[in-house]
């Protein structure tokens, strides 16, 4: 374990740069009316800062009926991600998706099958455009979800 994220004691407080969180939004409504996916990358620096280096769209295995409503990442392909990108002290610290002409919460679905203390992007994309974004978090401690803040810097 050591330095890995998931098992930092500390609060943990997230940045990331502006122009990544504009490049994923833009991806996201370039999927619409489909529902977008996709891995968040990250790294850790001193004053348990996340700060989030990179995403990666990944193709809804979903069949073409469901994307509207449901996403689902193979997990052969995320191992293939973690190994590809998980070098350079980055590592999978979330996961991301929309909700086309839908609200930016978990549904229950959502919840179920959350994996602890990694981030959730959802973005609410309503007629193409992102309107809202929540990130959720759930606690390894006791299962409570709860948002989290990310702070969007200028470069
Ligand atoms: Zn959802």
Redesign the pocket.
Known sequence: MGNDIRYQKEELKYVVADSLCKRLVRSVEEKYPREACGIILGKLLENNTIVITNYVSVENSDSEFDQDRHYTINPLKLYSYENTFAKDGNEIIGFY?S?PDAIAY??E??KKYMIPEQLYL?LEVQAGITLHRNVWKKSIEDDSISRVNIKVKGE
Request: aromatic residues 0%; hydrophobic residues 30%; glycine residues 0%.
């Open positions: 998706h909700h978990l549904s679905e959502d959802i």
